[in-house]
């Protein structure tokens, strides 16, 4: 067994799996495929359990079997585990639950390994070695508001995930660069700034507020709006004169952008709208060819069964939109760039427009069908409310700027702090780093800690309350942590190496329970692409740790 458990090192459910495993195929030799039922224990009966037993006797009754209902299965299951020394015992409980005690001193030795080796050796191994994470993705010439909040933060935080489970994550930020609105742009940057190249975002100002004269302008003046359409069949015609204005807008919205990722520490690789447009025509002219392709009332769409309205592929006009630039980019990502996993992250109301284009993408055959690899997924996330439970905007009824949003965080948390004495006690570079984590950090976790699906309630005072489930909670564990580590002025290096761990106490033994759990909790949060999954567990790790600390029975 040592080969297998090395196999799914550091997660215990998946090392039990491969023990209980053999037992089953001793136990029912005639039942193929029977996959092992391993859960975390909540009970008293021990840490973990197998749930085979009701489900195989089920299968089995009435067949001639020797056993007699699901708790002798159970003890069956029980007595046919192999030798290992990760259990310490097991009993039968109900209707035939195998409960599993691990033992504390393969739990102490598995916790010293993960020391010395380091917590990577404990990330998930996803059947996957290359993911796109397309998450942000906000629209050229718009600010970044609270909209682009969630997809933000939630598709970095998959990437992390990913990255840490040791795959390749092209990070893709899918802005929208392209469309009719950049006649409008250019005709407007072309009045403003006659000498366009000059343009900056210091000059042009609010974005947003340039986006609305423009809009104004287009929807008030008709010579404008000719000029407006004109100037669109330039751009993608290739005039070298709109590509440069075109790119000159691209550069200011960028510079914009990275405001936000800074503050937030997102990484992110542009490849917008416009990158794929090249890839349109042949696309559309593969599935064509295939078939899928239809006319219906002067467009050109693919019908998917089940949804009673069409996805249209070139607008009567002969136009191409979303759907296009979504079939360009799957089939560039999937031929192009070898993913194995796309990962959409964008709210939940654009759920049907992804499903739409799975589905069109399965019956081409470029994804297979059910959930195997390649696959692509969407991630959806509801709506960021105001205190009102209304979505969250500013008193004016405007979409609140994201930059601010985060600067008003910091700042919050800058005055906690010097409310504290911290100003008088940190250097300014200090207090500055750590308004910047804090503050930044709870806005995060606020965002994360809710399960994706659900709306959540913007709070600039619960989210950066010390107490609770917050990131300032969590952080504050943490540099207690760190300030037990720099007063016991021991080096911690020597002691992974040479000290012994030790779970005797109960509460030494909860703690490195919940510890040996990371791997696990980490690979079902990847599976089910839910990072609330870790914030559980942080939250309930530091709520352990302090039980555990407090404890004079467990001090060093």
Not at 59 to 77: S, W
Not at 226 to 245: I, P, W
Not at 259 to 283: A, C, M, T
Request: overall charge negative; aromatic content about 10%.
């Amino acid at each position: 067994m040592a080969a297998q458990e090395e196999e799914c090192k550091g997660n215990v459910k998946a090392q039990l799996a491969k023990l209980f495993e053999v037992s089953l195929k001793v136990t029912v030799p005639n039942e193929a495929d029977v996959d092992p039922l391993i859960a975390a224990c909540t009970g008293k009966f021990g840490d973990y359990q197998c749930n085979n037993a009701m489900g195989l006797w089920s299968k089995i009754k009435g067949k001639g079997t020797q056993f007699r209902g699901p708790p002798a299965v159970g003890e069956a299951i029980k007595n046919n585990l192999p030798t290992s020394e990760i259990i310490d015992s097991c009993s039968v409980a109900g209707p035939g639950f195998v409960n599993v005690v691990l033992s504390k001193n393969w739990m102490a030795k598995s916790i010293q390994m993960m020391l010395i080796e380091g917590i990577d050796t404990w990330a998930p191994q996803p059947p996957v070695k290359t993911a796109v994470v397309d998450f942000s993705s906000p629209n050229i010439a718009k600010e970044m508001h609270v909209g682009h909040l969630r997809s933000t933060i939630i598709g970095d935080t998959l990437a992390r995930m990913l990255e840490f489970s040791k795959v390749k994550v092209l990070r893709r930020n899918h802005v929208g660069d392209w469309g009719t609105q950049f006649g409008m742009l250019i005709e407007f940057l072309f009045e403003k700034f006659p000498n366009f190249e000059d343009a900056t975002e210091t000059a042009i100002g609010d974005l947003q507020a340039f986006y609305k004269a423009s809009k104004q302008r287009f929807d008030s003046d008709p010579a404008f709006k000719e000029r407006a359409q004109q100037a669109v069949v330039r751009l993608q015609g290739g005039d070298e004169k709109y590509r440069r204005a075109w790119a000159q807008i691209c550069e200011i919205s960028r510079t914009e952008f990275h405001k936000v990722y800074q503050r937030l520490g997102v990484h992110l690789e542009e490849k917008g709208e416009s990158f794929y447009n090249p890839y349109i025509p042949g696309v559309i002219e593969g599935l064509t060819k295939q078939g899928l392709v239809e006319e219906s009332q002067g467009a050109r769409v693919i019908f998917i069964d089940g949804i009673n309205i069409p996805l249209i592929v070139v607008k009567s006009d002969g136009g191409f939109n979303y759907a296009s630039t979504d079939l360009a980019a799957l089939w560039y990502r999937l031929n192009e760039e070898k993913a194995e996993w796309i990962i959409y992250v964008t709210d939940v109301g654009q759920q049907q427009h992804f499903d739409m284009v799975f589905k069109a993408a399965k019956r081409a055959g470029w994804l297979p069908q059910g959930d195997n690899y390649p696959k692509a997924s969407h991630v959806g996330f509801g709506l960021v409310l105001g205190e009102d439970g209304k979505r969250f905007r500013t008193r004016n009824t405007e979409v609140v700027r994201l930059v601010d949003l985060l600067d008003e965080a910091k700042n919050r948390s800058k005055a906690a702090l010097i409310e504290r004495g911290k100003g008088e006690e940190w250097t300014e570079e200090e207090i500055e780093s750590t308004a910047d984590a804090v503050g930044y950090g709870a806005v995060k976790y606020a965002d994360l800690k809710n399960n994706r699906l659900t709306n959540y309630t913007f709070n600039f005072d619960q989210m950066l309350n010390d107490k609770g489930n917050t990131a300032v909670y969590l952080l504050y564990a943490h540099a207690r942590i760190c300030s037990i580590i720099r007063r016991s002025g021991k080096d911690v290096e020597e002691l992974k190496n040479k000290g012994t761990l030790v779970l005797e106490h109960k509460d030494e033994r909860d703690l490195g329970l919940h510890l040996l759990q990371f791997a696990e909790v980490v690979e079902e949060a990847c599976t089910n692409l839910l990072p609330n999954v870790v914030c559980d567990y942080l939250y309930s790790l530091s709520e352990i740790f302090s039980k555990f600390y407090s404890n004079p029975e467990c001090k060093v």
